[in-house]
């Protein structure tokens, strides 16, 4: 028999989650649909149990309160594995065997925004991240009325961070890090409790900024993509003579790097850097960065003996490929990177630390020496053009047809990437706001004037306006 039904807002069905503005377009009653009509896809799969876990933010606990009350009134076992980043959840569907798992975090946004990610464990649903049509189809079941199920579920709190942190630790596979340190930002983020039990295990020297978690986020935004994010831990890296600063996002999924000199290393340079030893081990192996990486990557992955691969942006796009593909590593400049070499094939940025940690202790160069020593090339940042969602696909759509048509040397595996002598640009519609975004990368900095200006030319003719970067 079918009960209630509930309409989302439908702005807060994204592609790669459920996300919006608390009390605006995000509501305890959607929390609570959402335990419903996703426990009913699990059901549906063959399972029963659910982990959830929730980032520290001051809505989280209601949230998270509703949601456990919507899974368990359609029957499941809900596992309640505490307050911690994102990673730790995708962790416990492995450690518990559980079916799937929701976490309540709004990620790297502000701290008025809330969330849901949703996935399914290795033994229900392929083990695989709920996204795109599936997140609409959860929007549609919802609407159509939500079955009453006789007997509820049940709740227990399960210890899980413990293990998990155990698991990062065997990572080092007892290298000693006594003549190292490094310095950590966890953002005020959902993975300071975790990180300071780590460190408190680790040898060497390490220094813990903003471990307290605090949903407001009063120390700096927790997103390390953005450069002025990153501004004190370069600081403290500084000031220490760290080997090395690492920062984490709001729940802990995306990494930031910085090398002993204070310099920022971008997620496609740290790619290399694990490319260059895990090559060693499979050589031929085949490696993912997104279409906004720098052609470097590609370069120096094939110059290693590797297969590079180019592929779409988005975390669960990137997470399926690589499965789909047997790759070892993938990333995206996003800063969520995954390995499914020694590890599960999810991004955890917890995980990507100690990985490095792993490679420096056994490296005898500084970072900033790896960094130098690769090849120089000039690039924008990412740069996004407000177009609305119903045009912005139309857009790159005629682009894509006009270079085409030109001859160009095109790769439209996610927009339109155009590669010259000396360079390259990007255009793609993005998949979680009502924007384009545009990348452009050059030998030098002239020529990547030239890009740019390209760039700027071809969207002019569809009415559009690049800005000034």
């Known amino acids: 028999m079918l009960g209630s039904s509930h309409q989302f807002q439908p702005s807060i069905l994204r592609e790669y989650d459920i996300r919006g503005i608390v009390g605006e377009t995000l509501f305890s009653a959607d929390a609570n649909a959402l335990g419903q009509t996703f426990g009913m896809r699990v059901l549906s799969e063959g399972g029963g149990t659910v982990c959830v876990g929730w980032d ?38 492995h450690h518990t065997k559980a079916d799937a798992g929701i976490m309540v975090t709004g990620s790297h946004n502000p701290g008025t925004h809330n ?110 993509t953005v450069a002025t994010n990153l501004s004190d831990l370069q600081a403290e890296v500084t000031a220490r003579s760290a080997d090395l600063g690492i920062a984490f996002d709001g729940d802990g999924d995306r990494i930031g790097v910085v090398d002993d000199s204070g310099a920022i290393l971008w997620a496609d340079q740290l790619m290399i850097y694990y490319a260059r030893d895990l090559l060693t081990e499979q050589p031929e192996a085949p490696l993912i960065a997104d279409v906004k990486a720098s052609q470097i990557f590609f370069e120096e992955v094939a110059r290693l003996g590797g297969v590079p691969e180019m592929y779409r942006t988005g975390h669960s796009l990137i997470k399926n490929r690589m499965k789909e593909i047997g790759a070892p590593m993938a990333g995206e400049m996003s800063g969520h990177l995954f390995f499914n070499d020694r590890y599960y094939g999810f991004d955890d940025a917890l995980y990507a630390a100690m990985r ?29 053009i407000d177009v609305d969602d119903e045009r ?32 390259w640009w990007l255009l793609r519609a993005s998949n979680t706001q009502a924007a384009l975004v545009a990348r452009c990368e050059a030998l030098t900095e002239s020529a990547l004037a030239k890009q740019v200006e390209d760039l700027r030319a071809i969207l002019a003719n569809q009415g559009v306006a690049l800005p000034t970067v």
Not at 195 to 201: D, F, K, T, Y
Not at 398 to 420: F, W
Request: glycine share 12%; with cysteine.
């Open 56 to 93: 520290g933010r001051d809505s989280s606990p209601a949230l998270r309160d509703a949601l456990v009350a919507g899974l368990t009134n359609v029957g499941m076992t809900v596992r309640k594995i505490g307050l911690g980043p994102t990673p730790m959840l995708n962790f416990a569907l």
């Open 115 to 224: 969330g849901f990610k949703m996935s399914f464990g290795p033994n229900c649903g392929g083990g695989r991240p709920v996204f795109g049509t599936e997140i609409q189809d959860i929007g549609r079941m919802a609407a159509a009325g939500i079955p009453v199920m006789s007997t509820p579920g049940s709740v227990e709190d399960i210890e899980v961070a413990n293990a998990y942190i155990r698991r990062l630790i065997d990572e080092l596979d007892g290298i000693d890090l006594q003549n190292m340190t490094i310095v950590w930002d966890c953002g005020n983020g959902a993975s300071g409790d975790v990180v300071g039990q780590l460190v408190s295990r680790l040898s060497g020297t390490q220094y813990v900024l903003f471990a307290e978690i605090d949903g407001r986020f009063p120390n700096h935004h927790p997103d390390p």
């Open 356 to 384: 490095l940690l792993r490679i420096k202790a056994a490296d005898p160069e500084p970072l900033s020496a790896f960094r130098r020593g690769l090849p120089v090339v000039f690039n924008t940042p990412e740069m996004r």
């Open 392 to 423: 912005k696909f139309p857009v790159v759509d005629a682009i894509k047809a006009t270079v085409v048509r030109s001859g160009a040397d095109v790769n439209t595996i996610d927009g339109v990437r155009v590669r010259t002598d000396d360079g």
